[in-house]
C-alpha cells in the first residue's frame, strides 16, 4: 500500500553536494520511522538518518556536520543534504518507512545510486 519513490542520485566530484528525496504515496504521519540508509558493494546496510516521531534525529557519526535530513509534510517527501562528498560515501540510498506502533511495517524505497569520484 506504501511507496516510496527515490530521487536526486547522481555522479559527483569529491566535495561536491547532493540533495536526495523521497516521495511517500501517504501521510508522513502514518510513520512512527523515517529516514535515509545506504549500502556500498560488499558492505552491510547502515543508518545515514532516521526521525523517530516524537524524539530527536539521529545521523551516523561519519555524515554528521555535511548531510541534513529535513521533512515536507505538505508534499509527503522526506530530503536529504549532503554536502563535501566524500568518495566513501558512494552507495546505494534507500529511503525508509516504518509503520506502528503495534504492527510494525517496514517499507524500502528503490534506491538511487550516488557515486562520488575521486
Known amino acids: 500500500q506504501v511507496q516510496l519513490v527515490e530521487s536526486g542520485g547522481g555522479l559527483v566530484q569529491a566535495g561536491g553536494s547532493l540533495r536526495l528525496s523521497c516521495a511517500a504515496s501517504?501521510?508522513?504521519?502514518?510513520?512512527?520511522?523515517m529516514g535515509w540508509y545506504r549500502q556500498a558493494p560488499g558492505k552491510q546496510r547502515e543508518m545515514v538518518a532516521i526521525?523517530?516521531?516524537?524524539?530527536?534525529?539521529n545521523y551516523q557519526d561519519s555524515v554528521k556536520g555535511r548531510v541534513t535530513m529535513s521533512v515536507n509534510n505538505a508534499e509527503n517527501t522526506v530530503t536529504l543534504q549532503m554536502n563535501s562528498l566524500k568518495p566513501e560515501d558512494t552507495a546505494v540510498y534507500y529511503c525508509?518507512?516504518?509503520?506502528?506502533?503495534?504492527?510494525?511495517?517496514?517499507?524500502w524505497g528503490q534506491g538511487t545510486q550516488v557515486t562520488v569520484s575521486s
Open positions: 501517504k501521510n508522513l504521519y502514518h510513520f512512527t520511522r
Open positions: 526521525f523517530v516521531r516524537g524524539s530527536d534525529l
Open positions: 525508509y518507512a516504518q509503520r506502528g506502533p503495534v504492527d510494525l511495517w517496514d517499507f
